[in-house]
């Protein structure tokens, strides 16, 4: 005679979900043991009052060793006894509870790694937990030695998978679209597989364009032959368009901007992706503080089917401020207001003012700043483009020169995806530079074009990904009918070696070429400097580099960098960085490694909802006359 057993879909569930984090189970049942364990206490208060459950009991648990790491990696997730032993103290009722309920889960543990024969024992004090006087025995026991469970598992035989089969729901609908299980017969019955197929194949049938699909599963496992028979049925759903979205929820943003945001969806075929793309197109804007989206639960009178879009507005203004502190540098401050939507349609404007070189030599003659506008409009003459305008005054007093301008400019920004952008746009600069005692007027027009890849994690502490920039930037000085064009790529690539975030190797290199003019044809603050936070650490800010004929920078028309950091999380917020910095600057247009400036150095983390507060000390290892002995750098966000 053939035993077979039917799975009804809860049970399997259950069983299945075991490959998954137990915790409601876990906790649903650590629930229901220490309740029944106080009913127990309360009904035996009378007959035996001196050994009710009045107090905690401590008790150490031995898991079993099966021999299969799966196996006891699955038991030890569902093991209540274990899991709720320090998170949940119970009395001596409730351990008993917890005790008879963990057969049940065991049993399931087994199942999910495809044991179907295995049976598992508990012991609580070498007696099983349906002894008869268990708990008041438990209850008293006098010392502080743990109570000893045990629990053995005999695991039997692995049942394997018979031939998996798809079944249409109704009769007859089209299979295609939902793929192949990918489930071979013979494999371990384990949970995991069935799952992730199931998922699989739901997944494929909404990506390709059934919005109400489903699948069930059918599951009976023949204990004669140990083989688990697994039926899908699945109900693909029809194939839909999409109908026109409707956005709701805008106050003060045109209503029109949002229509010609998600107008592209309509028509299109049914796709999650889709919406959530749409979604993430209305959050680009700025304005909204929440974009939900959902589709609707049938198709409309067309078959087509409706999506609406809810959103909700973030609030018109905004300010900020920023602090940063480098040695010779001094501290900088910034801060700034931003309207979010000034005319209705998301466009962002920006005042802004920052201060810098406070302190540095007692007075404010070397004290620079700068005070600028920026006017943001997205979605500008097409999807995904935004046109920016700035206007600024400069006051720069480095080391290297001096600088006072007025510039002006503007840049259209276009997203290709949510990786890559470009830009491009003009600029106009008209301003006086000091250089070693030579003040010189410049009236420069100029065209800057950008190339942006970014696939990182995260703006200020990214843990995984690349960053990189291409800078194209020709430039045509009107006084002295003199032309050059800058280029420069800097990229930064991030390795979560720990796998958790703790442990984050963070590469950055940056190499730079000013080519079509002499040395001194080039204004002195449009050449290469390296040298201070964000740059070569240990060194001064420009310093790294050519020099005047009064010891001061020069810059030059090459530049390259390099540095390698190791950022460690020691303990909660608090982490620490090694780094080693390098860099060259010369006169000449081909970037080389000539006079290669490298310092190194220690660094403190600590993270917050903003970013990582940093400082860094670094400290030049091939030091010069004028070098400083160290530098150190405080601000928001990691150096690079």
Do not use: C
């Not at 059918?218 to 194939?239: I, K, N, S």
């Not at 805008?250 to 945001?261: K, Y």
């Not at 802004?352 to 003459?381: I, Q």
């Not at 960053?467 to 991030?494: D, H, K, M, W």
């Amino acid at each position: 005679m053939r035993l077979k057993s039917s799975l009804p879909l809860a049970l399997f569930s259950a069983s299945l979900g075991l490959a998954i984090p137990l915790v409601a189970v876990l906790h649903a049942r650590a629930q229901e043991a220490p309740a029944a364990a106080e009913g127990d206490a309360e009904s035996r208060e009378n007959d035996a009052p001196e050994v009710a459950a009045e107090r905690t009991v401590t008790y150490e648990v031995t898991l079993p060793e099966t021999g299969d790491e799966a196996l006891d990696s699955a038991i030890s997730r569902a093991s209540a006894l274990d899991q709720l032993r320090e998170r949940a103290p119970v009395d001596s009722y409730g351990l008993v509870s917890r005790a008879i309920a963990e057969s049940g889960n065991m049993r399931d543990a087994l199942r999910s790694e495809g044991y179907y024969a295995g049976t598992a024992r508990i012991l609580v004090d070498g007696t099983t937990p349906d002894t008869p006087g268990l708990a008041d025995r438990l209850a008293a026991r006098t010392g502080d030695t743990p109570i000893p469970v045990v629990i053995t598992v005999e695991k039997g035989a692995r049942y394997r998978l018979a031939t998996v089969r798809l079944q249409a729901e109704p009769a007859g609908a089209s299979l295609e679209d939902a793929g192949a299980a990918g489930l071979e017969e013979g494999t371990p019955a384990r949970a995991q597989p069935i799952l992730d197929a199931e998922g699989r194949m739901l997944t494929a049938l909404r990506d390709a364009g059934h919005p109400f699909a489903s699948l069930r599963r059918r599951v009976t496992v023949d204990h004669d032959t140990q083989r688990m028979e697994v039926t899908f049925l699945v109900a693909p759903g029809p194939r839909a368009n999409f109908a026109q979205p409707s956005v709701t929820g805008e106050q003060r943003t045109h209503a029109s901007l949002l229509a010609s945001i998600v107008a592209p969806l309509e028509g299109q075929q049914y796709s999650q992706e889709k919406i959530d793309q749409t979604r993430r197109d209305l959050l680009s804007l700025g304005v909204f503080n929440t974009v939900r989206a959902r589709a609707a639960e049938r198709l409309d009178e067309t078959g087509r089917l409706p999506v609406a879009y809810t959103v909700i507005e973030r609030p018109l203004h905004a300010i900020g401020f920023g602090a940063a502190y480098e040695t010779r540098y001094g501290p900088t401050f910034s801060a700034y207001w931003e309207h979010r939507n000034l005319f209705g349609g998301a466009e962002r404007l920006r005042l802004e003012a920052e201060v810098n070189r406070l302190g540095t030599t007692g007075d404010t003659s070397d004290t620079g700043g700068k005070v600028g506008a920026s006017l943001k409009t997205p979605w500008f003459a097409g999807r995904n483009q935004t046109l920016t305008f700035d206007i600024a005054a400069l006051r720069e007093r480095p080391d290297a020169y001096d600088r006072d301008a007025f510039t002006l400019g503007a840049l259209l920004e276009r997203t290709v995806s949510s990786r890559l952008s470009w830009g491009a746009g003009p600029q106009l600069e008209f301003s006086r530079v000091t250089q070693d005692a030579v003040t010189t007027d410049y009236q420069l027009v100029g065209v800057l074009g950008t190339l942006r890849w970014n696939d990182t994690d995260s703006p200020l502490n990214p843990s995984r990904g690349t960053r990189a920039t291409v800078l194209v930037n020709p430039i045509y000085s009107l006084g002295e009918s003199n032309a050059f064009t800058r280029l420069r790529v800097q990229g930064s690539t991030y390795f979560d070696i720990s796998g958790d975030k703790g442990s984050i190797l963070a590469l950055r290199g940056v190499v730079g070429s000013i080519v079509g003019a002499s040395f001194g044809g080039v204004p002195p603050d449009k050449r290469f400097y390296s040298g201070g936070g964000g740059s070569v650490r240990g060194y001064s800010y420009q310093s790294v580099g050519p020099r005047t004929a009064s010891d001061e920078p020069a810059g030059g028309l090459s530049q390259i960098e390099g540095t390698i950091e190791l950022r460690q999380r020691v303990s909660g917020n608090f982490g620490m960085a090694a780094f080693v910095d390098a860099g060259a600057v010369t006169r000449d247009p081909t970037p080389t490694f000539s006079n290669l400036k490298v310092g190194a150095g220690l660094g403190v983390r600590y993270l917050t909802a903003i970013g990582p507060l940093r400082a860094d000390i670094g400290v030049p290892l091939n030091k010069e006359r004028g070098d400083s002995a160290f530098g150190l750098y405080v601000g928001i966000g990691q150096a690079f």
